[in-house]
Nanobody, 130 residues
Framework: QVQLVESGGGLVQAGVSLRLSCAAS????????MGWFRQAPGKEREFVAAISRWSGPNSYYADSVKGRFTISRDNAKNTVYLQMNSLKPEDTAVYYCAAVDPTYLRRSDDYYSSRMYDSWGQGTQVTVSS
């Protein structure tokens, strides 16, 4: 497993941007697929975005954030990012970073499932006011 620490959350107005960061410990960060999930009060944790071991076309997004959010990774810095643009009040949630050994991911749908990820950060709060 890998240790994950999120940062970058905050209270913002609708329409602005935020960038979340997730710093990972360990020398094997580049071997993990990474994901972002979020959980709003009273709701289940939901998928936001994921990225395979290599940046490029192998990234995945929830329909609700497609075109507004971008996931990226810097393997040299052991960090994965979530750039969030045009934020909406419905984006308000605790955002979690997660990691998974991609050998367990048999198909692209697996990236969307929180059950596949075995390392989680503590979360960072994002609140978007209208």
């Amino acid at each position: 497993q890998v240790q994950l620490v999120e940062s970058g959350g905050g209270l913002v107005q609708a329409g602005v941007s935020l960038r979340l960061s997730c710093a990972a410990s360990g020398r094997t960060f580049s071997s993990y697929a990474m994901g972002w999930f979020r959980q709003a009060p009273g709701k289940e944790r939901e998928f936001v975005a994921a990225i395979s071991r290599w940046s490029g076309p192998n990234s995945y997004y929830a329909d609700s954030v497609k075109g507004r959010f971008t996931i990226s990774r810097d393997n040299a810095k052991n960090t994965v990012y979530l750039q969030m643009n045009s934020l909406k009040p419905e984006d308000t949630a605790v955002y979690y970073c997660a990691a998974v050994d991609p050998t367990y991911l048999r198909r692209s749908d697996d990236y969307y499932s929180s059950r596949m990820y075995d390392s989680w950060g503590q979360g960072t709060q994002v609140t978007v006011s209208s």
